[in-house]
Nanobody
Framework: QVQLGESGGGLVQAGASLRLSCAAS????????MGWFRQAPGKEREFVAA???????YYADSVKGRFTISRDNAKNTVYLQMNNLKPEDTAVYYC?????????????????WGQGTQVTVSS
């Protein structure tokens, strides 16, 4: 059974940093593309960042230069380092895994999802 577990969310002030982690089990982590998505209240889920199986990274324009995705295949974990957080980054952040990634920025590509972790940025 595949499980993805996010952690590291919280309440911070604008300009602060947070590091999200997503631990995966039940899948061959190194062969999966891993992504982060977020959903703010009243809005659709949106792509944040992705890391391909060979380490190629992808970012939404809104987070480029502020967020960094990385993966540790030895620990079956993907991270999202978020710096200079803004109130508009407030959302539930979800980790996802794709076994056969096509469009890594599309949620439809991903086969497995975590439960999410709340990130709240106050102004």
């Amino acid at each position: 059974q595949v499980q993805l577990g996010e952690s590291g969310g919280g309440l911070v002030q604008a300009g602060a940093s947070l590091r999200l982690s997503c631990a995966a089990s039940g899948l061959t982590f190194s062969t999966n593309a891993m992504g982060w998505f977020r959903q703010a209240p009243g809005k659709e889920r949106e792509f944040v960042a992705a890391a391909g199986r060979y380490g190629t990274t992808y970012y939404a324009d809104s987070v480029k230069g502020r967020f960094t995705i990385s993966r540790d295949n030895a620990k079956n974990t993907v991270y999202l380092q978020m710096n200079n957080l803004k109130p508009e980054d407030t959302a539930v952040y979800y980790c996802a895994a794709a076994t056969r990634p096509t469009d890594r920025t599309s949620g439809q590509t991903y086969d497995y999802w975590g439960q999410g972790t709340q990130v709240t940025v106050s102004s």
